[in-house]
């Protein structure tokens, strides 16, 4: 079997302001870390906005829409750009997760992994927020529950950053279990551990500054893993942020590069134990361009190496 790779040219399109730290460098950067490798490559799809719809209502996808501009470049929020192109890019980045769910769950693939652009986790029900437009992997989640007929789905958040959108979008739905560990105090102030969502499916577990790589493998090895595996999932997902790096510019967790080698490891062998190895992952943070490129490629071996 294979792992296999969604992305698109159409996520280059997406453009920021210069300087900004989501910019188009960080997925070409990745891109040219998985050249040689052996994934089954496919080009990620648009998604419809039924898909959107799963977790957006039709009001915040028009906005969205209406919003691109003709020329230039347009401000959502305080961090959130759009450029001519950029729904495009969306709607490839909430497509190819879609994909490589179907992928996955019809047996085409062991496990993939989604380079698009631009990430989701920050994206609310009405709020694009923090680079993010769309809740990529949230909706991936939804359409395997709604669609594909699987009852429970875990969300495994690794980014620094809390991902308050995916929390925002699943947690009424007591179907799937979503785990964050996030760097707090840090951007976007969310994600207290006393958080459980109305269904006790939420999980938070804050990281002060300087955590190091060794008290991270014992806080995924005695929090993060146990939790997932009583959850019983038929699928997992990743929300992928390799910015807990040491090197990133945004934020100041102490992980090296091999730690998220170890943790590729540890998720495609707990995959493997109790959901047939079904596991999507699809990338988020990350924003030194070089610790983002070797993560990820340690990273997509690790999927690799579990589907052999």
């Known amino acids: 079997m294979t792992t296999a790779l969604y992305t698109h040219p159409d996520c280059l399109s997406h453009v920021t302001p210069e300087g900004h730290p989501e910019q188009v460098a960080r997925l070409r950067h990745v891109l040219a870390a998985l050249e040689g490798k052996a994934l089954d490559r496919h080009e990620a799809p648009l998604a419809e906005e039924a898909d959107l719809r799963l977790c957006h209502p039709q009001r915040y996808i028009d906005h969205v829409r209406s919003s691109e501009p003709a020329e230039g470049i347009t401000q959502m929020d305080p961090d959130t750009w759009m450029s001519p192109g950029s729904m495009r890019a969306a709607l490839r980045a909430a497509g190819g997760a879609i994909a490589a769910v179907d992928a996955v769950l019809d047996g085409r693939a062991d496990n993939a992994f989604v380079a698009t652009r631009p ?38 958040d690794p980014d620094v950053h809390h991902g308050n959108g995916t929390q925002d979008l699943v947690q009424s739905d007591g179907r799937i279990l979503f785990i964050s560990t996030h760097q707090q105090p840090l951007y976007p102030g969310t994600g207290n551990r006393d958080e459980y969502g109305p269904h006790d499916t939420i999980r938070n577990i804050p990281l002060p500054p300087e955590t190091d790589g060794e008290t991270y493998r014992m806080i995924v090895t005695q929090q993060v893993l146990p939790k997932i595996e009583s959850f019983a999932p038929e699928l997992i997902l990743l929300s992928s942020g390799f ?66």
């Open 243 to 308: 910015d807990a790096h040491k090197d990133d510019p945004l934020a100041s967790v102490n992980l090296e590069t091999q730690d998220f080698a170890w943790l590729t490891d540890q998720m495609t062998a707990l995959a493997a134990k109790v959901c047939g190895g079904r596991l999507v992952s699809c990338l988020e943070g990350g924003y030194n361009l070089e610790a983002l490129a070797e993560a990820a490629a340690v990273h997509v071996d690790g999927l690799i190496a579990a589907g052999a």
């Open 119 to 156: 990430p989701g986790h920050h994206a609310e029900t009405e709020s694009p927020m923090g680079f993010c437009l769309f809740g990529n992997v949230a909706i991936a989640a939804k359409h395997a529950l709604e669609r594909r007929g699987l009852k429970r789905v875990a969300i495994f």
